[in-house]
C-alpha cells in the first residue's frame, strides 16, 4: 500500500538545476496514458511543470509521493455554480456571494477539481467571480464560463428551471426571439469576455416537425413541453461564436436535436442524447467526422434517463471524443464530490478508468480550448493532483487524494 505523501524542504542544492517544487517516486497518468517504467518525479518551477524525469530531482521544496500517482488536477466542464433555487434578488445574491461562495469554491479544490467551467450562471456574478479567482483575491479553481445560456422565449431553462423566479431568469438565462437578437447577444457575451458560448436546442417557439419532449427533473415541481430552437437561431449563434473565436457548444437531449446541433457547426454536445436510445449509427459517424466533444453529463441524467449509459458506451466505442461535465447544481450532492461520482459513472456506463480519466483531464482541457492544461508535461500548467492508490485500475481511487496544486501552489495537504 502507498504511503501518505511526505513534504521536505531541501538545505542544499541551490543551482540551477533546483526547482521550486519537485514531486518524488510517483507513477504518472499524464492525462493521456499512465507512464511506463518505474516512478518518475515531477518538477516545477512558477506555476508550470519544469520536467518529467525518470532521474532523481532536487527541489527546494519536495513531495514524497512515496510510489503513488500524479495526474492533472480534474476539469469539470459543464456546471451551474450559483444557487437557482435561492438566488431570488439582489440581497439573496449579495448573501450567496458572501457567505456561500468561498466554501463552495473551496469544495472543488478538496476532491482536486483544479478547473470548472460555469455554463449558465448570471453573467455579471460569475464573471466577477472569474476575475477575483485570476486576481489572487478570492481561493477557487481555475473558473471558466459562458455567462448566461441561451434560448428562445419561453425555452428551457427560463420557462422551466426558472418559471417561477423572473429576477434570477432575466439573469442566469438570455431568451432571444429573432436571429437579430440572437446575434446582439453572443456579440454582447463575447465583449465581455466569455470562454465559450453554450446555447440551448430544446427549447423556444413551436417548430414543424419538432418531436414533443416534457422536460421534467425531480428538483422542480413542473413538468413544462418543450421544442427545438428554430434552426435558423441556432446557426446564428453558432455562426457569431465562431465570428469572434469562441468554442459553442449545445444542449441537447434526443438524437433529431443533436443532429441538427452537429449539422448547424456546433463545437460539441452538452448532455448529448439521453431520453431515447441512440439507433442512427450515422449520427455517431457524423460526431466523428466533425470532431465532436460530447459531454454525458451523467451526475444528472443516470437515475432518470435509462438509455443514457448506453448513449455513452456507444460513442465512446466508437472513438467520440468525451469530457467530463457533471451538471452539478446547488441542492443536490456536494461540488466536487459530484464531479468525483460522474468519472466513477462513466466507468459504470462502459468507458475503462483510463478513458474516463482522459475525459476529465485532457478531453476536457481540449474542449474548453486550454492546451495548456489536463496534461502533465514540461510547459504546461502546475495544476496536479498526488494520489494515494492507482485511478488507472480503479476509478473510485480518485478518492485516494494526498495534495491538490494549483498553479505551482499546494493548496490542499490532506496528510
Request: charged share 25%; with cysteine.
Amino acid at each position: 500500500m502507498a504511503h501518505e505523501p511526505e513534504v521536505t524542504t531541501s538545505t542544499e542544492g541551490r543551482d540551477l538545476a533546483t526547482y521550486d517544487l519537485v514531486i518524488r517516486r510517483a507513477h504518472v497518468f499524464d492525462g493521456h496514458k499512465a507512464l511506463a517504467g518505474p516512478p518518475h518525479d515531477v518538477a516545477i518551477n512558477g506555476g508550470e511543470i519544469a520536467a518529467v524525469s525518470a532521474e532523481p530531482l532536487r527541489g527546494r521544496k519536495e513531495v514524497d509521493a512515496a510510489e503513488g500517482w500524479v495526474m492533472p488536477g480534474l476539469i469539470d466542464t459543464h456546471l451551474h455554480f450559483y444557487d437557482v433555487l435561492a438566488v431570488s434578488d439582489q440581497e439573496s445574491m449579495r448573501r450567496f456571494e458572501e457567505d456561500e461562495l468561498p466554501g463552495r469554491l473551496d469544495l472543488f479544490l478538496q476532491h482536486g477539481v483544479t478547473t470548472i467551467k460555469s455554463v449558465g450562471d448570471p453573467t455579471g456574478g460569475i464573471l466577477e467571480t472569474r476575475a477575483k479567482i485570476a486576481a489572487g483575491t478570492l481561493r477557487g479553481p481555475r473558473l471558466l464560463a459562458t455567462g448566461c445560456g441561451i434560448t428562445g422565449r419561453d425555452g428551457h431553462p427560463a420557462a422551466t428551471v426558472f418559471g417561477g423566479n423572473p429576477w434570477a431568469r432575466a439573469r442566469f438565462t438570455g431568451e432571444v426571439d429573432s436571429v437579430r437578437q440572437m446575434r446582439d447577444l453572443v456579440h454582447h457575451l463575447a465583449d465581455r469576455k466569455v470562454d465559450a458560448i453554450k446555447l440551448l436546442s430544446e427549447g423556444a417557439c413551436a417548430c414543424a416537425g419538432s418531436p414533443p419532449y416534457v422536460w421534467r427533473n425531480a428538483a422542480f415541481p413542473v413538468a413544462v413541453e418543450l421544442v427545438r430552437l428554430p434552426l435558423d437561431f441556432l446557426r446564428a449563434g453558432i455562426e457569431t461564436g465562431h465570428e469572434r473565436g469562441l468554442r459553442v457548444t449545445v444542449h441537447t437531449t434526443q438524437q433529431a436535436a443533436a443532429r441538427e446541433a452537429i449539422e448547424a457547426g456546433a463545437d460539441g454536445l452538452e448532455h448529448g442524447v439521453t431520453v431515447e436510445p441512440i439507433t442512427d449509427h450515422s449520427l455517431v459517424e457524423l460526431m466523428l467526422e466533425r470532431d465532436i466533444t460530447y459531454t454525458p453529463t451523467l451526475w444528472i441524467h443516470d437515475a432518470t434517463h435509462p438509455d443514457t449509459r448506453g448513449n455513452v458506451k456507444k460513442v465512446a466505442d466508437a472513438g467520440v471524443r468525451i469530457a467530463l461535465g457533471s451538471d452539478t447544481f446547488s441542492g443536490r450532492g456536494l461540488f466536487g464530490a459530484n464531479t468525483l461520482e460522474e468519472a466513477e459513472l462513466m466507468v459504470a456506463a462502459g468507458m475503462t478508468p483510463v478513458q474516463s480519466l482522459v475525459a476529465a483531464t485532457s478531453g476536457a482541457a481540449r474542449q474548453c480550448v486550454r492546451p495548456d492544461l489536463g496534461t502533465v508535461a514540461p510547459g504546461k500548467r502546475a495544476d496536479l493532483i498526488v494520489l494515494t492508490a492507482d485511478p488507472t485500475q480503479d476509478i473510485s481511487n480518485l478518492r485516494a487524494l494526498g495534495m491538490t496544486i494549483l498553479n505551482g501552489e499546494i493548496v490542499v495537504d490532506k496528510r
